[in-house]
C-alpha cells in the first residue's frame, strides 16, 4: 500500500524536477538558436544577394531530403473543373511572387530564385491518348498517375505542376486534375493545393459539423483565458482611452495653458512612455532593427508633441513644492473627502443594494457588483484552466520521452531496402460511410477506428506479398486534416499523435473484430496519454515552437530516428465538401524523414477512400493496400451481421476502377 502511494508521489517529483530543468535550458536555447538563426540567415543573404531567403523554419523543412522531397498532392475528379484552367492559372500566378520562382537550398538554408522567363505551359501538363501502348481508362488510370507522380519535378522550374489527365469510361470522357505542389511554396504563399484550380465552392451547403475522428479535440480549448484576457484588454483600452482624453496636451491644448504639478507631469510622462514603446513595436514589425539614433528620435518626437521638457519637468516640481500649493491642495482634498462622505457613499451603496437584488445586474454596469459577478466566476475558471495547462506542462517531458522512446522497444520498416525518392500512389474504391456507420452503431467505435481496422487488414496483405517481415504492431504518425483545409486555407494547427496498429492480436490471428478492439484501446490510450504530443506538435504548426528552441542538425538527428520507428504518416481528412463539379477527391500528405508510406483516409461526401503514397520501390506491391481496403470493411461487415448497403452508383467511375490496378 506504501508502494502504490509512493510511486504517483515519485514520478510527479521526478517529473517536476525534470520539467524545472527543461524550462530554463529551452529559454536559453530559444535565444541562442533564434540569434545563431539570424546570423545565419544575414550571412547567406550577404553571400547571395540576388536570392530571398526563407527566414521561417518548420519541422517539414528540417527533415527534407533526397529521399523525401515534400510535395503534397491532391486529385480531383470533376464535371468542369478543367474549363478555363490556363486562365486561372496565369491570374494565379500574376498577384503570387513564389509562384515564379525556382527553390533552391545554399548553404542549408531554403532560398528563391526569380526566373527571367515564366511561362505557365510549363506547368500545365495534359495526358497524352494512351498509356503503354492502350488508351487511358478505369483500367489503367491508377497506373497512369501513379506514373505520373513517380516523376521528380524539374528543379530549374518553380516546384508546382497540374496535370489534366482525360480518362474514357464506356466511351464517355471524364477529367482528372493532378495537383502536385511544395509545401513550402503553399506555406509561404498561403495556399491550398485546390487553389491551382478554378473551382467554385457554394457555402449554402457547408454544415459546419464536429467531425467524431479520435484524432481531434484532444483536450477542451481554453474558455475562460481568452474571455477574460479580451475583458481585460476592453477595460484597459476604456480606461486608457479616458486617460487620454484627460491627460493628454494633443487631446486638450487647455493642459499646458496653465502651470502643471507634479502628478500632472507623471502623467504626461506615462503617454509619452507608452505612445513610444507603441511606436517602437510598429516599426520593429517592419524592419529587422532599430538603431539608437532612430530610437532617440522617436522619443523626442512623442515628447515635442506634447511639449514635455525639462523645463516642463522643473516648473511641475517647483509649483508641487510651492507652500501655498500645497495649502490649496490639502484643502480640496479635505473638501473632496467630506463630500464624497456624506453625500457620494450613499448614494453609492443605494445602488450597489439594487444590483445585488436584481437579476438583471447588466442594468447597473458601474457598480462593483456588477464588476464582481462578471470577472470572479471567469477568474475562478481561469485558474482551473492554468491548473491543468500547468499539470499537462510539468508531465510533458516525461510522457514525451515514455512515448517516443520507451513504449514501444521494437522497430518497424515498411520496406527494407533503402528507398529511392520517387513517389508511387495508389488508391482504393468508395467504401460507403452508411455501411462504416452501421458498424459502428453495432461495436461501440468511432468510424474512424473502423476504418483503421480496414487499414491495417490491407496492411497483413501487403506484408504477405512483400519481402518484409511482419511485425507485431505498425507505428504511425496520425494527424487530422479536415477538409476545410484541403480546399478553403484556414489556421486551425492540428497536431500528431502516435499510436500502435496492432498486425497480429493477443487471442485470435486474423480476428477482425479483437484487432478493432485493440486499436480502440490503444487510440484511448493515446488520447489520455499524448496531450502533450499533440500540443506541442500543434504550437509548432502554428508558430514554430520546436524549431526556435532545438537546434536543427539536433532536431533532424532526433526526428529522423523517430521516423525510422513510426514508418508509417497517416492523414485522416473528414468533413462535408462545399465544392461544385467535384465527384471525387484523393489527398496524399508526402512521408517525411525515414517514414516509408503515407496513408490517407479521406472522405469525400458519402464514401470513404484509402489513398497510399510510397516510395517508387515498394511498387507495385502498395496496389494490394487499395485493392484490399474495401474489402476489409466487407468482411468486418459480414463478420458482425451488418447487412451491406447497395451500390450508389450504377456506372463505373474512373477513381472506382472496376479491375484491380498493378495486376
Known amino acids: ?102 527553390l533552391f537550398t545554399r548553404w542549408g538554408l531554403y532560398v528563391w530564385k526569380e526566373l527571367d522567363y ?27 498517375i501513379s506514373d505520373v507522380t513517380s516523376k521528380f519535378l524539374p528543379r530549374r522550374l518553380p516546384p508546382w505542376q497540374v496535370h489534366i489527365v482525360t480518362c474514357f469510361v464506356r466511351g464517355e470522357e471524364r477529367q482528372i486534375c493532378l495537383v502536385r505542389a511544395h509545401h513550402l511554396l503553399l506555406r509561404q504563399e498561403h495556399l491550398t493545393l485546390a487553389d491551382f484550380l478554378p473551382l467554385k465552392y457554394s457555402t449554402d451547403n457547408w454544415t459546419c459539423q464536429e467531425s467524431d475522428s479520435p484524432f481531434t479535440n484532444l483536450y477542451a480549448q481554453p474558455y475562460a483565458l481568452p474571455r477574460l484576457r479580451q475583458m481585460l484588454i476592453e477595460s484597459f483600452s476604456n480606461y486608457w482611452n479616458d486617460f487620454l482624453y484627460n491627460n493628454d496636451p494633443t487631446e486638450r491644448p487647455e493642459i499646458l495653458k496653465k502651470r502643471t504639478g507634479i502628478f500632472q507631469c507623471v502623467k504626461i510622462a506615462t503617454i509619452v512612455l507608452i505612445c513610444t514603446l507603441k511606436e517602437l513595436a510598429r516599426q520593429c514589425r517592419k524592419s529587422e532593427g532599430l538603431k539608437f539614433l532612430e530610437v532617440l528620435s522617436i522619443v523626442r518626437r512623442e515628447s515635442s508633441k506634447r511639449n514635455f521638457t525639462s523645463r516642463l519637468i522643473f516648473d511641475s516640481i517647483a509649483k508641487s513644492f510651492n507652500p501655498i500649493d500645497v495649502l490649496y491642495t490639502c484643502v480640496a482634498l479635505s473638501w473632496y473627502m467630506v463630500i464624497t462622505s456624506f453625500l457620494k457613499t450613499p448614494l453609492l451603496l443605494v445602488r450597489e443594494l439594487r444590483a445585488l437584488q436584481s437579476r438583471h445586474r447588466h442594468c447597473y454596469p458601474d457598480t462593483l457588483t456588477y464588476t464582481l459577478s462578471c470577472y470572479l466566476p471567469l477568474m475562478f475558471q481561469a485558474i482551473r484552466e492554468t491548473m491543468s495547462i500547468s499539470w499537462i506542462a510539468v508531465t510533458a517531458p516525461k510522457i514525451i520521452i515514455e512515448e517516443l522512446f520507451f513504449k514501444y522497444p521494437q522497430s518497424n520498416r515498411l520496406q527494407t531496402i533503402s528507398p529511392c525518392g520517387r513517389k508511387v500512389v495508389a488508391w482504393s474504391e468508395e467504401v460507403d460511410v452508411e455501411l462504416v456507420r452501421k458498424i459502428a452503431n453495432v461495436t461501440g467505435a468511432t468510424e474512424t477506428e473502423i476504418l483503421l481496422a480496414a487499414t491495417v ?42 499510436v500502435a496498429l496492432p498486425t497480429r492480436t493477443p487471442l485470435f490471428h486474423d480476428d477482425l473484430i479483437e484487432m478493432l478492439q485493440v486499436i480502440q484501446r490503444n487510440v484511448q490510450d493515446a488520447r489520455s496519454r499524448q496531450s502533450a504530443i499533440y500540443a506541442i506538435t500543434a504550437a509548432e504548426t502554428s508558430c514554430g515552437l520546436i524549431s526556435s528552441c532545438v537546434p536543427s542538425i539536433v532536431l533532424k538527428l532526433l526526428l529522423n530516428q523517430l521516423s525510422k520507428r513510426y514508418s508509417l504518416c497517416l492523414t485522416h481528412v473528414d468533413g462535408d465538401l462545399p465544392v461544385e463539379g467535384v465527384d471525387g477527391a484523393v489527398y496524399w500528405r508526402p512521408p517525411q524523414g525515414n517514414c516509408n508510406m503515407s496513408m490517407t483516409l479521406h472522405r469525400h461526401g458519402n464514401g470513404v477512400r484509402l489513398g497510399i503514397m510510397g516510395d517508387a520501390l515498394i511498387g507495385p506491391q502498395h496496389f494490394i493496400v487499395a485493392r484490399t481496403f474495401p474489402k476489409s470493411v466487407c468482411n468486418l461487415a459480414g463478420v458482425l451481421g451488418v447487412p451491406r448497403a447497395p451500390s450508389r452508383s450504377p456506372s463505373p467511375n474512373p477513381l472506382n476502377p472496376t479491375t484491380s490496378p498493378g495486376y
Open 457 to 498: 487488414d490491407a496492411l497483413k496483405e501487403y506484408f504477405k506479398h512483400s519481402a518484409v517481415n511482419v511485425p507485431d504492431d505498425v507505428f504511425a504518425t496520425v494527424k487530422y486534416v479536415s477538409q476545410r483545409a484541403v480546399f478553403l486555407r484556414n489556421h486551425e494547427a492540428r497536431g500528431i499523435l502516435c
Open 1 to 102: 500500500m506504501i508502494g502504490i502511494v509512493i510511486s504517483p508521489m515519485v514520478n510527479l517529483g521526478f517529473s517536476f524536477a525534470l520539467t524545472t530543468f527543461l524550462i530554463p535550458l529551452l529559454l536559453i536555447a530559444y535565444l541562442v538558436v533564434t540569434w545563431t538563426r539570424k546570423c545565419w540567415i544575414r550571412f547567406v543573404k550577404w553571400k547571395h544577394p540576388s536570392y530571398i531567403v526563407v527566414e521561417e523554419n518548420s519541422i517539414r523543412s528540417i527533415l527534407d531530403q533526397g529521399r523525401n522531397h515534400g510535395i503534397c498532392t491532391l486529385l480531383v475528379q470533376g464535371r468542369s473543373i478543367v474549363k478555363g484552367v490556363r486562365n486561372h492559372l496565369a491570374h494565379l500566378t500574376s498577384t503570387r511572387k513564389f509562384l515564379k520562382s525556382a
Open 118 to 144: 515564366f511561362s505557365v505551359d510549363d506547368h500545365l501538363a495534359t495526358s497524352p491518348s494512351s498509356f503503354r501502348g492502350r488508351p487511358i481508362t478505369e483500367n489503367n488510370i491508377q497506373d497512369y
